[in-house]
């Protein structure tokens, strides 16, 4: 299981750390991301990191403002947001991807492991 924390209120221009804490399994074996969620639409990935921690990918919105980031002793993983803008407010998910794979995960289908989502809010 996983277990967002972190969302909340901010300013534009404002930063945010989301926190996905894993529970069970073996985190190692997941290539982990952040995907986004406006109301009425599908989820788009924001971020992605291999299971290994060593390949990550975002999204060209965030590029330079966002980091993804992994603490496998630890089974969480981290999204630093900076610079926050208020089109970015949404609900973020973390998810996983059972893989023996060493890329990145970056379509909404393969994730197979989801959290409960968090609400990011960037009031202008």
């Known amino acids: 299981q996983l277990a967002e924390s972190g969302g909340g209120l901010v300013q534009a221009g404002d930063s945010l750390r989301l926190s996905c804490a894993a529970t069970g399994g073996t985190f190692s074996e997941y290539a982990m991301g952040w995907l986004r969620q406006a109301p009425g639409k599908g989820r788009v990935s924001v971020a992605a990191?291999?299971?290994?921690?060593?390949?990550?990918y975002y999204a060209e919105p965030v590029r330079g403002r966002f980091t993804i980031s992994v603490d496998n002793d630890k089974k969480k993983m981290y999204l630093q947001m900076n610079n926050l803008k208020p089109e970015e407010t949404d609900v973020y998910y973390c998810?996983?991807?059972?893989?023996?794979?060493?890329?990145?995960?970056?379509?909404?289908?393969?994730?197979?492991?989801w959290g409960q989502g968090t609400q990011v809010t960037v009031s202008s």
């Open positions: 998810a996983g991807h059972r893989t023996l794979g060493l890329g990145i995960t970056w379509t909404e289908s393969k994730y197979d492991l």
């Open positions: 990191i291999s299971r290994t921690g060593e390949i990550t």
